[in-house]
Protein backbone atom coordinates (compact mmCIF):
# COMPACT_ATOMS: atom_id res chain seq x y z
CA UNK A 1 0.00 0.00 0.00
CA UNK A 2 1.19 3.24 -1.30
CA UNK A 3 0.89 6.34 0.96
CA UNK A 4 1.39 9.78 0.36
CA UNK A 5 1.97 12.82 2.59
CA UNK A 6 2.14 16.24 1.30
CA UNK A 7 3.38 19.33 3.11
CA UNK A 8 5.10 22.79 2.51
CA UNK A 9 1.69 24.68 1.69
CA UNK A 10 1.25 28.01 3.61
CA UNK A 11 0.45 31.59 2.19
CA UNK A 12 2.51 33.82 -0.07
CA UNK A 13 2.14 36.98 -2.10
CA UNK A 14 2.42 37.46 -5.49
CA UNK A 15 5.84 36.55 -6.57
CA UNK A 16 7.22 34.76 -4.44
CA UNK A 17 7.78 30.91 -3.67
CA UNK A 18 6.76 27.63 -2.28
CA UNK A 19 7.83 24.37 -2.27
CA UNK A 20 5.89 21.96 -2.37
CA UNK A 21 6.98 18.21 -0.20
CA UNK A 22 5.47 14.52 -1.58
CA UNK A 23 6.58 12.16 0.85
CA UNK A 24 6.02 8.65 -0.58
CA UNK A 25 5.85 5.61 2.17
CA UNK A 26 5.16 1.87 1.48
CA UNK A 27 7.38 1.66 -2.06
CA UNK A 28 10.13 3.41 -3.65
CA UNK A 29 9.14 6.81 -5.42
CA UNK A 30 11.24 6.10 -8.02
CA UNK A 31 8.60 3.13 -8.90
CA UNK A 32 5.62 5.48 -9.90
CA UNK A 33 4.73 8.15 -11.60
CA UNK A 34 4.02 10.63 -9.35
CA UNK A 35 1.94 13.72 -10.20
CA UNK A 36 0.83 17.05 -8.26
CA UNK A 37 -2.61 18.41 -8.93
CA UNK A 38 -4.21 21.32 -7.97
CA UNK A 39 -7.71 22.17 -7.10
CA UNK A 40 -9.34 25.75 -6.89
CA UNK A 41 -13.10 26.26 -5.34
CA UNK A 42 -15.48 25.73 -7.92
CA UNK A 43 -13.24 24.33 -10.35
CA UNK A 44 -12.18 20.98 -11.94
CA UNK A 45 -8.78 19.40 -10.45
CA UNK A 46 -6.33 20.04 -12.65
CA UNK A 47 -2.72 18.12 -13.09
CA UNK A 48 -0.01 20.86 -12.62
CA UNK A 49 2.99 18.79 -13.05
CA UNK A 50 4.02 15.03 -13.46
CA UNK A 51 7.70 13.08 -13.17
CA UNK A 52 7.92 9.34 -14.39
CA UNK A 53 10.43 6.52 -12.92
CA UNK A 54 13.15 7.26 -15.54
CA UNK A 55 12.75 11.50 -14.83
CA UNK A 56 10.74 12.30 -17.45
CA UNK A 57 8.78 15.63 -16.48
CA UNK A 58 5.63 17.21 -18.08
CA UNK A 59 4.20 20.73 -17.18
CA UNK A 60 1.19 22.09 -17.36
CA UNK A 61 1.39 25.16 -19.75
CA UNK A 62 0.15 27.53 -16.80
CA UNK A 63 3.17 26.86 -15.13
CA UNK A 64 5.74 26.00 -17.56
CA UNK A 65 8.71 28.07 -16.59
CA UNK A 66 7.77 28.70 -13.19
CA UNK A 67 7.16 25.30 -11.73
CA UNK A 68 9.72 22.40 -11.52
CA UNK A 69 8.86 18.79 -9.68
CA UNK A 70 11.77 16.90 -8.88
CA UNK A 71 12.06 13.26 -7.14
CA UNK A 72 14.88 12.49 -4.40
CA UNK A 73 15.37 9.26 -4.15
CA UNK A 74 17.16 8.75 -1.10
CA UNK A 75 14.06 10.45 0.82
CA UNK A 76 11.84 8.99 -1.05
CA UNK A 77 10.28 12.43 -1.79
CA UNK A 78 8.95 14.50 -4.93
CA UNK A 79 9.08 18.15 -4.73
CA UNK A 80 6.80 20.84 -6.39
CA UNK A 81 8.97 24.33 -6.02
CA UNK A 82 7.06 26.81 -7.61
CA UNK A 83 8.60 30.37 -8.54
CA UNK A 84 6.92 33.58 -9.10
CA UNK A 85 3.46 32.60 -8.29
CA UNK A 86 0.07 34.13 -8.90
CA UNK A 87 -2.97 34.74 -7.18
CA UNK A 88 -4.41 32.28 -9.64
CA UNK A 89 -2.26 29.45 -8.37
CA UNK A 90 -4.12 29.96 -5.22
CA UNK A 91 -5.61 26.15 -4.82
CA UNK A 92 -5.27 22.71 -2.67
CA UNK A 93 -2.60 20.79 -4.23
CA UNK A 94 -2.26 17.30 -3.88
CA UNK A 95 0.11 14.29 -5.21
CA UNK A 96 -0.63 11.47 -6.84
CA UNK A 97 0.84 8.15 -7.11
CA UNK A 98 0.22 5.44 -10.52
CA UNK A 99 2.35 2.29 -11.36
CA UNK A 100 1.22 3.33 -15.37
CA UNK A 101 3.46 5.43 -17.21
CA UNK A 102 0.78 8.58 -16.44
CA UNK A 103 -0.93 9.72 -13.73
CA UNK A 104 -4.37 11.36 -13.96
CA UNK A 105 -7.37 12.15 -11.64
CA UNK A 106 -8.40 8.15 -11.75
CA UNK A 107 -5.36 7.19 -9.94
CA UNK A 108 -5.36 5.30 -7.01
CA UNK A 109 -3.05 6.88 -4.82
CA UNK A 110 -3.87 10.72 -3.30
CA UNK A 111 -2.36 12.50 -0.54
CA UNK A 112 -4.70 14.92 1.10
CA UNK A 113 -3.61 17.98 0.07
CA UNK A 114 -2.21 21.35 1.28
CA UNK A 115 -3.21 24.72 0.77
CA UNK A 116 -1.54 27.21 -1.09
CA UNK A 117 -2.90 30.86 -1.13
CA UNK A 118 -0.96 33.38 -3.35
CA UNK A 119 -2.34 36.93 -2.06
CA UNK A 120 -2.09 39.60 -4.52
Known amino acids: QVQLVESGGGLVQAGGSLRLSCAVS????????IGWFRQAPGKQRERVAV???????IYADSVKGRFTISRDNAKNTVYLQMNSLKPEDTAVYYCAADARSIVTKESAYWGQGTQVTVSS
Open 51 to 57: ITPNGYT
Open 26 to 33: GRAVSDYT
